[in-house]
């Protein structure tokens, strides 16, 4: 240490600079004058943060406070300096300088050779160098007391200072600490996933049916964008032969106009009188048919505006009925809000009515917390005049004890050192009895800890398997879930298909609706394998739609229903006819006889036997033509149903989607019931199994080797600490044996009489007892109000903390309501947004038909002129005509070629207008199409572009797998459109917060690591340093008393080092104290100083203050003193406050503190070195 800077701390208001440059620096000065200021003042700087410590009520008292004359300080600084010289920290500075300043605003502020920092650094930095606020190089005359009596472990903290192990027990508090969140961490997760989990089931359900339904809602958009396609590219085709149909007959038009104007030039002669009435007619004429053809065109117009206002109307219809929607959405979401802005409101007011009660529980807890202070204040005012009678009353007792028992302790100290040694050669011989049980225990807990760390391998290894078996049995469940939705759905679209007799003509769907219902029709009665379905149904499909009837009187009082109803007609099978005489069939090979591969009732038999004698089914699909290998005799298909040959027919093709599906339906309805029921079988048992597996789980779970095995392991440190601590003690042994043989022969010449005093002593005694007793019935009924009032604020305390619980209960679910409405919220802005899309979508559909209206009301006016203007110019016309036919008499035959040649051309315009309204009506369908995608698909045609699964489809297929798909998406059910995003997010947070509890429990294994190592390494540091310091302890105790005093350092539990108590063993020359307190006041403080200075002999401190700790020494002791720390001068560097004459002699430098002004402390320096040392000593003594 070199130098102190101090200013406006405590009593130092001025700029005052301490110098540590010599081996012993004195500080004196009268009571109050400030020098344990100056301690405090490097305690402070050091980190100190009890003001108790410091003698202060609140850390703010540290600036100092001002006086009469002068003004309070802004500010208190101290600033320390080093000369690191001998490297003992750890940074690369040969000065390092730590400040400390606090503001009156009660900020503070750290600085590192002027740098900013943090305490956390300044503590860190000095962590086991022997320096610290709190260390053992800094004792004050009430810390001989704390040490000696052990006062808040003190012993335990210097020893752990020396020791260089604060740094483990800091290091395992942390990692306990964080093995502790981590378990906490852990359990959270584990319920989190738990949680999750349960959720992640239903929503991979919903995931699952949400993408089943867009997988087919865009398997039916692509097959009805295809269908559009193919109708919208023949529409195409269509106008293209249209168009050159068009062109066609404009070049005849041309054609006939090169005839006219030939006959009229030829006849040119015959009309030159008339050529201007001619020119005039065909003029007119050509007038007439350009009003006739803008006619044709303005009502194609208004057909077209016609049908595109029908278009915008039903356009309309649909996003009328989606704004409904939206606007119900939104209406129920708003009573929603409304309920769930009630129950805020409710809510809100339970929050305010439990921080009111808080509150007032808080008032009520202060108030009780005030009376107890004052209270208390008072107690402990009684408690320390006890304190002080108690101590007179011990010294006294003290006195005569010892007087009364030290004649008798010299014997019994004889006999109990023969005993000791008597029982001490027995322990020997235990202790090396100990030694071969520790290594015997040792063996066999290395043996458990192998056996468990073996069932802790199996056991992971078994919840290896347990999970891997319950993601398999979650994987087989969704997998025959998905097989048992698959079969529900088939049977409810063949249930309604069945119902609505779909795929039968008009007349079965009466009779079955209105004549009987026991009579079936063929296709019922049949069922086969699905593999032959399509075959069979292809060979029947003529008489599937027949009724089977048992006699010719019923089908006639069925064909009468339909007569007289007028609903078609139906055809029947009649049993009676058909003789129960059953055919083998004819072995083919490669084909097996259809009649085999059908399952009937017994009573239908002769029938099925007829219609399918001779037909054969291949069993494998081969090439079209090895069908046409087979004999005429018998009919054969081929397996997929594409190709059937009879006789003297050969039929087929593509095979439908729907082929097949009309076989059988009511049986395989049946099938498919029992199929479901087996399949909710298999689901209910391997639920069972499942719920098993998840036990199981749990059941290893719960049976965690970690804490046996840590615990067997500690077991195992423990084992191998006793057995190092046993060797010890069998190593000291034998000096103890030497130092009792020593003691026996000592007490013997001892025995003198002590009698003396013991009368006097015994008056004072009970003077100071009785003082006592009433002392104490004063504390006890004080200690009866006091009680009291403790109960009353401990009640307060818990209903105080009940409350504020509470408090955050109904917070908790405020926050919960809150963020239900913010979601509610959400959604209605959504609806709105749509709703508002929708209305503007309306409004500009409203427009587009106002606008509609507004063309078809200004095209029929205009047709309406042009029909007046057609009447009026047909008028004109004909009086033209008949003039020029008048005219025209002898010129009648070209005429007639003329007209003939006009007849032919308005004949080929009149058919040039109708293509072009076909082309017209094209068109539009063309544009409607394009509207219907848009509408129902959202996607413009022509950028569809066609799946694999569609390609080399016929129409009718496509047909067929448009309206499968449309039954299929009708009859769904309702979906979580956010199913699919939900479960995504919900997956990737459950494996996020998996990896993050692999993580958890690798760390938890790391932890239990670090702290077995931590306490194997303390322990090894603790021991070692307990044993020198035990041996350095004794060597100085020898040498402040005499060489035969006896002394020691003992362990009170030697099974936990790190965590027992330390005995302090002292006994003088010539006495025999039962406890250390039983000492004189100088005896302690040499103890301690003795246990000090062993300390320091393990780890030297870089320096050493003593405050006022020589006070209760005599002059030899004081000698004494003063030796030992000049001794040890050479190492360390010591600071002494002192009051001793003595001791001011034995410094090097001696600092004055003085008060020149009343509050104010000032320092001055004089260096003793200067003068004689006897010269000094005569110059106090006069």
């Known amino acids: 240490m070199k130098n102190l800077e101090i200013k406006g701390f405590k009593s130092f208001a001025d700029d005052t600079v301490i110098h540590f440059n010599e081996a012993v620096t004195g500080i004196v000065g009268p009571n109050g004058s400030g020098k344990s200021n100056i301690v405090d003042a490097i305690r402070w700087v050091l980190g100190e943060q009890k003001g108790r410590e410091l003698r202060l009520e609140h850390m703010v008292d540290v600036i100092f406070n001002g006086t009469k004359k002068r003004k309070e300080a802004p500010l208190a600084q101290v600033t320390l300096t080093f000369e690191n010289t001998k490297n003992l920290l750890p940074l690369d500075y040969h000065n390092i300088s730590i400040s400390r300043l606090l503001y009156r605003s009660g900020e503070s502020e750290y600085r590192l050779n002027n740098v900013t920092c943090r305490l956390k650094d300044i503590t860190s930095l000095f962590l086991d160098t022997g320096v610290g606020s709190d260390s053992y190089a800094i004792i004050a005359l009430g810390m001989v007391e704390d040490i000696l009596s052990n006062k808040e472990n003190a012993r335990r903290k210097m020893f752990e200072q020396a020791a260089g192990i604060s740094k483990y027990k800091a290091r395992k508090r942390e990692s306990i600490n964080k093995l502790k969140a981590t378990n906490e961490d852990l359990a959270r997760i584990e319920d989190l996933l738990f949680e999750i989990n349960n959720n992640l089931v239903e929503l991979e359900k919903q995931a699952k049916r949400t993408k089943k339904y867009f997988e087919m809602r865009d398997k039916y958009k692509s097959t009805g964008l295809l269908l559009a396609h193919i109708s919208v590219q023949r529409l195409k085709e269509k106008i293209q032969g249209l168009n050159t149909q068009i062109e066609a007959e404009i070049i005849k038009v041309q054609d006939q106009e090169v005839l006219l104007h030939q006959s009229e030039a030829d006849h040119e002669k015959f009309k030159k009188s008339h050529l201007d009435q001619e020119k005039n007619l065909g003029d007119f004429q050509r007038k007439v048919n350009e009003i006739l053809d803008s006619i044709r065109l303005t009502e194609s117009e208004i057909q077209i505006k016609e049908q595109k206002k029908l278009l915008i109307k039903n356009q309309q219809e649909h996003v009328l009925k989606s704004s409904m929607d939206a606007k119900s959405k939104i209406e129920v979401l708003k009573q929603d809000i409304l309920l769930i802005e009630t129950e805020i409101a409710k809510t809100t007011l339970e929050v305010d009515k439990v921080n009111a009660y808080s509150s007032g529980l808080g008032l009520e807890y202060t108030e009780i917390q005030s009376r107890y202070d004052?209270?208390?204040?008072?107690?402990?005012?009684?408690?320390?005049?006890?304190?002080?009678?108690?101590?007179?009353?011990?010294?006294?007792?003290?006195?005569?004890?010892?007087?009364?028992?030290?004649?008798?302790?010299?014997?019994?100290?004889?006999?109990?050192?023969?005993?000791?040694?008597?029982?001490?050669?027995?322990?020997?011989?235990?202790?090396?009895?100990?030694?071969?049980?520790?290594?015997?225990?040792?063996?066999?807990?290395?043996?458990?800890?192998?056996?468990?760390?073996?069932?802790?391998?199996?056991?992971?290894?078994?919840?290896?398997?347990?999970?891997?078996q319950i993601d398999t049995q979650t994987q087989k469940i969704g997998e025959i879930n998905r097989r048992k939705d698959a079969k529900k759905n088939e049977y409810e679209l063949l249930k309604s298909m069945v119902e609505k007799m779909e795929g039968f003509p008009e007349s079965i769907r009466f009779l079955n609706q209105n004549w009987r219902k026991d009579?079936?029709?063929?296709?019922?009665?049949?069922?086969?394998?699905?593999?032959?379905?399509?075959?069979?149904?292809?060979?029947?499909?003529?008489?599937?739609?027949?009724?089977?009837?048992?006699?010719?009187?019923?089908?006639?009082?069925?064909?009468?229903?339909?007569?007289?109803?007028?609903?078609?007609?139906?055809?029947?099978?009649?049993?009676?006819?058909?003789?129960?005489?059953?055919?083998?069939p004819v072995v083919i090979p490669g084909c097996i006889s259809a009649y085999s591969l059908i399952e009937v009732d017994s009573i239908y038999k002769p029938l099925l036997n007829y219609l399918l004698k001779d037909v054969y089914i291949q069993e494998h699909d081969s090439q079209l033509e090895d069908v046409?290998?087979?004999?005429?005799?018998?009919?054969?298909?081929?397996?997929?149903?594409?190709?059937?040959?009879?006789?003297?027919?050969?039929?087929?093709?593509?095979?439908?989607?729907?082929?097949?599906?009309?076989?059988?339906?009511?049986?395989?309805?049946?099938?498919?019931?029992?199929?479901?029921?087996?399949?909710?079988?298999?689901?209910?048992?391997?639920?069972?199994?499942?719920?098993?597996?998840k036990n199981e789980q749990k059941k290893f779970d719960l049976i965690n080797k970690q804490q046996e095995l840590v615990a067997a392991r500690k077991q195992e440190s423990e084992y191998l600490q006793r057995l190092a601590q046993i060797s010890t003690k069998q190593q000291h042994f034998n000096e103890l044996k030497e130092r009792i043989e020593l003691r026996i022969q000592d007490n013997t010449e001892k025995q003198i009489t002590l009698r003396k005093n013991q009368e006097e002593k015994s008056i004072d005694l009970s003077k100071a007892k009785s003082s006592y007793q009433e002392l104490?019935?004063?504390?006890?009924?004080?200690?009866?109000?006091?009680?009291?009032?403790?109960?009353?604020?401990?009640?307060s305390a818990a209903a105080f903390n009940q409350s504020k619980l509470e408090v955050m209960k109904w917070q908790n679910t405020l926050d919960n309501i809150t963020k239900d409405l913010e979601y509610k919220t959400r959604q209605i802005d959504e609806s709105s947004r749509q709703l508002d899309h929708d209305l503007k979508n309306l409004n500009n559909q409203e427009s587009e038909l106002v606008q509609l209206d507004l063309d078809l009301m200004e095209l029929k006016k205009n047709l309406e002129d042009r029909f007046e203007f057609k009447k009026n110019m047909e008028a004109d016309l004909s009086s033209l005509e008949q003039e020029y036919y008048t005219i025209r008499n002898t010129i009648s035959e070209y005429e007639g070629k003329i007209r003939t040649a006009q007849r032919n051309i308005s004949d080929i315009q009149s058919m040039t207008n109708s293509l072009k309204d076909q082309r017209s009506e094209f068109n539009y369908r063309i544009q409607s199409s394009y509207e219907k995608a848009m509408i129902e698909f959202n996607t413009n045609i022509d950028d569809f572009v066609p799946d694999q699964e569609t390609e080399g489809m016929e129409e009718e297929q496509l047909r067929d797998r448009a309206m499968y798909y449309k039954v299929r998406l009708d009859n769904y059910g309702e979906i979580n459109p956010l199913a699919l995003e939900a479960y995504e997010e919900m997956k990737t947070r459950f494996d996020k917060i998996q990896e993050q509890r692999l993580d958890i429990q690798t760390a938890q294994v790391s932890l239990l690591e670090t702290i077995k190592e931590i306490e194997e390494t303390a322990t090894a540091n603790f021991l070692m340093a307990f044993n020198q310091v035990r041996v350095h302890f004794q060597d100085v105790f020898r040498s402040l008393f005499t060489s035969d005093d006896d002394c020691d350092l003992i362990l009170l539990d030697e099974n936990d080092p790190l965590e027992c108590d330390i005995d302090i063993v002292a006994k003088p020359k010539g006495k025999r104290p039962k406890s250390i307190h039983q000492l004189s006041g100088g005896e302690k403080t040499l103890t301690a100083i003795a246990l000090?200075?062993?300390?320091?002999?393990?780890?030297?401190?870089?320096?050493?203050?003593?405050?006022?700790?020589?006070?209760?020494?005599?002059?030899?002791?004081?000698?004494?003193?003063?030796?030992?720390?000049?001794?040890?001068?050479?190492?360390?560097?010591?600071?002494?406050?002192?009051?001793?004459?003595?001791?001011?002699?034995?410094?090097?430098?001696?600092?004055?503190?003085?008060?020149?002004?009343?509050?104010?402390?000032?320092?001055?320096?004089?260096?003793?070195?200067?003068?004689?040392?006897?010269?000094?000593?005569?110059?106090?003594?006069?």
């Open 776 to 795: 104490i019935n004063s504390i006890s009924q004080s200690d009866q109000v006091f009680d009291k009032v403790s109960l009353e604020l401990s009640q």
């Open 1092 to 1182: 000090l200075f062993s300390l320091y002999l393990l780890k030297p401190a870089p320096f050493c203050i003593f405050d006022e700790v020589d006070a209760p020494l005599d002059d030899i002791n004081i000698e004494k003193f003063n030796t030992i720390i000049r001794k040890f001068s050479s190492d360390s560097q010591f600071i002494i406050i002192t009051h001793n004459k003595l001791t001011m002699a034995e410094v090097d430098v001696l600092y004055g503190v003085y008060m020149e002004q009343q509050g104010i402390s000032n320092v001055a320096a004089v260096d003793f070195r200067k003068y004689e040392h006897d010269v000094v000593l005569s110059g106090m003594e006069n």
């Open 519 to 584: 009579v079936p029709v063929l296709t019922d009665l049949i069922y086969t394998d699905e593999k032959y379905r399509s075959a069979i149904e292809l060979y029947l499909e003529s008489t599937l739609n027949y009724y089977v009837v048992h006699s010719e009187s019923e089908a006639v009082h069925a064909i009468r229903l339909l007569f007289s109803n007028a609903k078609g007609k139906a055809n029947f099978f009649i049993l009676d006819k058909f003789k129960n005489e059953i055919t083998e």
């Open 374 to 468: 004052g209270l208390k204040i008072g107690v402990d005012q009684y408690y320390a005049q006890k304190q002080q009678l108690e101590k007179q009353v011990f010294d006294l007792e003290k006195e005569i004890a010892i007087q009364l028992n030290q004649y008798e302790n010299f014997d019994a100290d004889t006999n109990r050192n023969k005993d000791e040694l008597e029982q001490r050669t027995n322990e020997f011989k235990s202790i090396q009895q100990e030694i071969d049980d520790s290594n015997k225990r040792i063996q066999d807990i290395q043996v458990v800890i192998a056996d468990i760390s073996k069932a802790e391998e199996e056991r992971q290894a078994t919840l290896v398997t347990l999970r891997s």
């Open 628 to 693: 046409i290998k087979f004999p005429d005799e018998v009919s054969v298909i081929s397996l997929s149903g594409s190709i059937v040959k009879q006789k003297n027919t050969i039929s087929g093709g593509s095979v439908g989607l729907f082929e097949g599906k009309k076989l059988g339906r009511k049986k395989h309805l049946e099938k498919l019931e029992q199929d479901i029921k087996v399949l909710e079988s298999e689901v209910l048992d391997m639920d069972r199994a499942l719920t098993y597996l």
